[in-house]
């Protein structure tokens, strides 16, 4: 950006672009700083100070009550590699991916058809993203009633219908089922309605000139728009992924975890550790463990993305 | 060609129809049970249609179940205070980081986003600690022991969270979309950066201040897991989505003694989600923009 031109871009861009070009004022130097002392004393207190106090106990042994933390060096990480602890890290992982998967395609799938200028766009839409807006705790509580052994919604309208009920929570098989379809449920909604977002920026005219140039629908769709939507379907998959790590009312409510941990995800087991356990030490080291794979998986997929880009 | 054009569109509304209907089954099966009698809802089958509406699922909530008056009040004064205080710190915040030119400006803005690359667990389980070991609260001496600190206790439920990194950067997004001659012309006229601020940038906020309002109202209505966490031991200070999942949890984990009464915690939870529901259905443009704001621009 040439000087010539930083006039206008005071108006709308965030960044100078060299400070030497830049010119700080004392005036607001002061009102800046006035405004924000208080803010960042706060952020450092309850955020910055317990990233660090969580980094600290992750090497401590503490039961958080009582005495003080005792140094207690790797064990705690060293106990992730023991288990039940890798068990919980893949489940966690595969909830997390086919979630994303299925979320990802199914609400593409949903917001090309919602943008095919269709009637009663906001009709269909608000099917679609009302589960989102709900409580995941009532509506996984409300998912362990539809399931309840005996009398549960399922179990009855299975029964009245002549057909054998079923005694879901025994089965892993079951209740990964019924975790993963509500995971998707809650979260499609929201993934269809950045898709639609997305496909809405697209310029219609870039559309007629591949009409021009004699591109079919589907051609269209594989040279135009899934490129064009690359900055949105990252987006949508690094914050699915994050999201889809921290599942935990789902896991709470509806399986607890079992049958024996088949269902068990590390948020789960970090509030238990803490909570039930009282043992701040592995919950903590629980948590950095959870950030880092966090942050790779994040920075991995930035960089794949990026690597097709420069292809 | 017509005829095909024709099939395209009938394909296209019937499969957002179907998908539709599916993502809504779950919800319109339990409400329609919500207005069964226990009676009925024994012989109920995979399209439950109630004979009559009726009401004694609601009535007996609204009764007073739990301490639901109790919980709505609660969660309304959370909202409020989440509302004003993070709405005030965010408005700031953007406007330091959007208007105003210092040294270090990106320095501090990135320090104050940083946070949200982690993942909540992290500052969750130490702020409980935090918050239990805090000198001086509930019982606890000098150095944090001996009490229960602010756990179980009204400030564990209005402490965290007043500064928040994602609204700073939304308000400073919205900041940009203002054209700055509307503040010189003031500072011309000798108007202070409050002045400013108050009576300039507030009124013109007004859209993104609406969509704060509305997803802090939803996330702070459903808000569970925090709450479970720091109060979980106090009913008298829990939120209504913590409250009325105790109540379905409870209920429903004595089936030895009878089996629970499975319309009536349906009707819980119908009760619990009909807020936001409607709330969504009445302002869904804000809700779709909001959604997309945090997403594309961010």
Redesign the interface.
Known sequence: MTRFSSGKR???????SGSSQ????RE??R???I??TP??I??II??????L??TY?SFMKWN????LPVWNGLDNYVRYFYPPYPQIILNTFIFALTTMFIQVILGFG?AL??N?K?R?L??????????T???????A??????I??????VN??LS??GMPIVIWQTSPFWMRLIIILFSL?RG???TM??FL??LQ?IHPELYDAAKVDGANGWQQLRYLTIPLLKP?TL??IV?NI?GG??I??AVQ?ISKGGPFNQTNVM?LQ??SD??TNSD?GT??S???I??LL??GA?IVMIRLMSQEDAK | MKTQRYLQ?LF??G???V???A??Y??L??LA?SFMTEAE??????LPLPRHLYLGNYFQLFAGAGNIWLWAFNTLFRIAWYIIVPGA?SI??G????R????G??L?FI??LS?L??????????????L?RWPLAGGNNLIG?GGSGFINEWPALL?????NSYYIFFF?QSF?AI??DYEEAARVDGAT?FQILRLIYLPMLGPAIAVMVIFQS?AL??D??WP??AVGGNPNVWPV??G??QI??SS?KV?GVG??N?PF??TV?MV??MP??L???FL?RY??EG??GF??KG
């Open positions: 005071r108006v709308n861009s965030p960044l100078p830049w010119h700080y004022s607001h130097t009102t800046a700083w405004i924000l803010i960042l706060y952020y309850f955020a910055i100070f317990p990233v106090a969580n106990l958080g009550i009582t005495g949903m058809l919602l095919q269709v009663g906001g009709f269909y839409r608000s099917m679609w993203y009302i589960p807006i709900t409580s995941t705790a009532i509506m509580q409300m998912v362990s009633i539809f309840s052994p005996y009398g549960g919604v009855n309208v009245n219908m449920w499609v909604g929201g309605v950045l977002a997305g920026g949105t987006f949508i914050t994050i790590f921290q935990f009312e409510l948020l970090i509030y803490a909570f701040f919950a903590s629980g948590a950095t959870m950030a966090l942050l994040s | 569109r296209i509304h499969v957002l129809l998908g539709g209907v993502m809504m779950p919800l099966f339990a049970v809802y024994s012989q109920v089958s995979w710190t700031l915040g406007y330091v980081f959007a105003l030119r210092f040294r400006r990106n501090v320090f104050l946070a690359l982690l993942p909540g667990i992290v500052f969750q389980v130490p702020s409980y600690v935090m239990a022991l402490i965290p969270g007043l500064v400073r940009y054209p700055i950066t939803v209505w459903n569970y897991v479970w966490i989505a913590l009325f999942q379905m949890a429903y089936p089996i629970a499975y915690l349906l939870a619990a989600s936001p529901v709330l969504f259905l869904q809700f779709v959604v997309q997403g594309i």
